[in-house]
């Protein structure tokens, strides 16, 4: 069993930060792309940025030179620096990781974790 627990969210306003984090933990093998999604009610769940167990990270066009996303081997830990948030950023953040579980044959698949919702509001 493979838990995603999200952490960090809130009510910030426009121009400031938020600092997301997310841990991965269970019966993993291997953990490959770990990454953040947003979904703002009655639309589709939307990319954030992505960062893969080794090679450049990916970021929206919508939060590029404002997220940043990190992620922490040892731990199994992923982050999302948020700054300069602007109130279209509002949306629960989902966090997002790609891995393989110790079952025999397990193929890679996706886990989520629950959300965390961020409100950025004057």
């Known amino acids: 069993q493979v838990q995603l627990v999200e952490s960090g969210g809130g009510l910030v306003q426009p121009g400031g930060s938020l600092r997301l984090s997310c841990a991965a933990s269970g019966s993993i093998f291997m953990l490959n792309s770990m990454g953040w999604y947003r979904q703002c009610p009655g639309k589709k769940r939307e990319l954030v940025a992505t960062v893969p167990s080794g090679g450049s990270t990916n970021y929206a066009d919508s939060v590029k030179g404002r997220f940043t996303i990190s992620r922490d081997n040892a731990k199994n830990t992923v982050y999302l620096q948020m700054n300069s948030l602007k109130p279209e950023d509002t949306a629960v953040y989902y966090c997002?990781?790609?891995?393989?579980?110790?079952?025999?044959?397990?193929?890679?698949?996706?886990?989520w974790g629950q959300g965390t919702q961020v409100t950025v509001s004057s």
């Open positions: 997002n990781a790609v891995l393989r579980t110790t079952r025999p044959m397990d193929r890679f698949s996706n886990y």
